[in-house]
């Protein structure tokens, strides 16, 4: 039952952020709307985890927060997934310069710092390409799940080469090469059914990793920009009353760390499903 806790908490986690409207709407609370009146309230019947420095509701923003930045995870993740998984298939499967010029592209976006240059993506200024960010606030959520997903697409693409490498020499590929079976064909029936164990671990693993990103993006003021709010931000809009308020550190910073500890090992459990070998190995 153990080994299952990991999924349920994320579906738990999942189902609760995304019905965060439906509980604003029954509890007759908002999210956005300040309340100097308000500010700073302890734990009670009307408000579960207290007020913030706005006299708004923390239990209902930590659940829009959440609905944020699980939606960078996954789709960040799935975006990266599939560059990688393509980038990958194709360099191992076709091998000689493709191969060679692929990794090198690959080696390159690794040996880049990737925080510094997310820091200096994240600031451009989206106004001189004629896009009003400040008009549509989400136009930070999608700027974010953007520069992400382009820099974090090499991991999986090295996983799915290593793979696609060990798979083109096996018999099945060689017996549909002698029958006249074209590459692309052989690629999608025979190398990605094979090699999508591999990328949905990664992604999966990945996926935390990302939630760590987006919350240092947004607690350097560069992530997810208010009125939306994200864990990042939130610890943000914490920072100056740490001494005083802890508690509103606290609520944040223990969502990000067990949401990203549940990834990781989800991660580890998909591994063990997707391979029968790594659990005899332990």
């Known amino acids: 039952m153990t080994r299952h806790i990991p999924i349920l908490f994320l579906v738990l986690l999942l189902a609760l952020c995304f019905?965060?409207?439906a509980l604003e709407s029954f509890l007759k609370i908002s999210s956005n709307d300040a309340e100097l009146a308000s500010?700073?309230?302890?734990?009670s019947?009307?408000?579960l985890l207290g007020t913030d420095e706005l006299?708004?509701?923390v239990f209902i923003r930590l659940l829009y927060g959440g609905q944020v930045s699980l939606l960078v995870a996954l789709c960040a993740g799935l975006v990266s997934a599939v560059i990688g998984t393509g980038i990958g298939m194709a360099a191992g499967y076709a091998g000689g310069r493709w191969d060679a010029l692929l990794m090198r592209l690959t080696d390159m976006l690794i040996s880049l710092p990737a925080l510094p240059l997310l820091i200096i993506l994240s600031a451009l200024d989206l106004g001189k390409l004629g896009i009003d960010a400040q008009a549509t606030p989400a136009i930070s959520l999608y700027k974010i799940i953007a520069i992400i997903s382009l820099l974090s697409w090499t991991t999986v693409a090295r996983l799915a080469r290593a793979r696609a490498l060990s798979l083109r020499e096996m018999d099945f590929v060689r017996a549909a090469r002698a029958m006249g079976v074209s590459g692309l064909r052989i690629v999608m029936r025979h190398i990605f059914?094979?090699?999508l164990g591999t990328v949905v671990v990664a992604t999966a693993l990945a996926a935390g990793n990302i939630i760590l990103l987006e919350s240092v993006l947004s607690f350097l003021g560069l992530g997810i920009q208010p009125p939306l709010p994200s864990w990042g931000n939130m610890l943000t809009n914490a920072q100056e009353t740490i001494w005083e308020h802890a508690r509103l550190t606290v609520y944040p910073g223990a969502m990000i760390f067990v949401t990203v500890l549940?990834?990781?090992?989800?991660?580890?459990?998909l591994?063990?499903?997707l391979?029968?070998?790594?659990?005899?190995?332990?």
């Open 55 to 57: 006299g708004r509701d």
């Open 193 to 195: 059914p094979n090699l």
């Open 39 to 43: 500010r700073f309230l302890p734990p």
């Open 271 to 273: 591994q063990l499903a």
């Open 45 to 47: 019947g009307a408000h």
């Open 275 to 282: 391979d029968p070998k790594a659990a005899q190995r332990i």
């Open 19 to 21: 019905s965060a409207g």
């Open 262 to 269: 549940a990834f990781n090992f989800l991660g580890d459990r």
